[in-house]
Every structure is written in structure tokens, then in C-alpha cells.
């Protein structure tokens, strides 16, 4: 009994872990200072100084860049 205990202990760290690896993998954030736009899949998504899912096959981003590069004078 305890031996099946301990396996399922085993399986579940496991598959938390692998879990974790896919969601560091697949989640994206932006920096405050650039944004990007999320294509493909469900839509078009625009996101800045947030995160956001992208999935490698379905989805494909553009960065932008969201400094003011005015030259004063």
C-alpha cells in the first residue's frame, strides 16, 4: 500500500513539473516599454505591460516598441 502511495506521489510531482515547464514555455509577457501582437489562432490580441498564452504552432508575435522617440527642439 505504502509503495502505491509513494508512486503516485512520484507521477503527480512529475506531471506537475512538466505542467509548469509547458506554462513558462507557452506564456509570454511584455516588458512595460514594448507591447506585442498576438496573430493567429482565436484572433488577433495586442498586449502591453501584461502577458498573454502563445502557442508556438497557432500563434505567431510581433513586437513593438512603445518608447516616445520624439527629438525635442
Known amino acids: ?14 506531471l506537475i513539473a512538466i ?15 514594448m507591447g506585442f501582437i498576438r496573430t493567429g489562432f482565436l484572433g488577433t490580441k495586442g498586449v502591453s ?3 498573454a498564452f502563445v502557442l508556438p504552432v ?9 518608447r516616445d522617440d520624439q527629438v525635442c527642439g
Open 49 to 51: 505591460g501584461q502577458g
Open 58 to 66: 497557432f500563434h505567431e508575435i510581433s513586437w513593438v516598441s512603445l
Open 1 to 14: 500500500m505504502s509503495e502505491l502511495v509513494i508512486s503516485l506521489f512520484i507521477v503527480a510531482v512529475i
Open 19 to 33: 505542467l509548469y515547464i509547458i506554462s513558462i514555455w507557452i506564456y509570454k509577457r511584455a516588458p512595460s516599454n
